[in-house]
């Protein structure tokens, strides 16, 4: 089992996953990226993990528009779980949407971050996401 930093990325758009693994590695973030492109998915990525007693998540990082279960409801539950509330959730999302953004803040999202529109600009967001992760003890 790898003592990386684990970070469960629940996006639907591959393109967008590469761009955020791609953006980790040429910033030397030493990181274990889990993607699940739905909601549904990403509930039963961190039931596996809380069953075979591994280490949880170190943070989530939730696209709203994503099927079966969106990210704001995912969002809801995972901040009603006692075992989830506390590991920083952020939202990365297409949305400029002003009630996306009050949405996430009032659900208590740790950040509400818009997708930038240029590949370099994920670096930026690969250097926040960084400073915001629970690592393994």
Known sequence: MSSLPR???VEDNPGDVELLRQAFEEGHYRVEIIAAHDGRQALRLIE???????PLYGIFVL???????????????????P????????????????TDRDQSERLQASA???KPQSVGDYAAIARMLWSHIERPR
């Open 7 to 9: 970070i469960l990325l």
């Open 83 to 98: 075992r989830l509330r506390s590991i920083p959730t952020v939202v990365l999302t297409s949305s400029t949407s002003p």
């Open 112 to 114: 509400f971050l818009v």
């Open 63 to 81: 696209d709203l528009n994503v099927p079966i279960i969106n990210g704001a409801e995912l969002l809801t539950r995972i901040k009603s779980d």
């Open 48 to 54: 596996e993990a809380a069953e075979a007693d591994a």
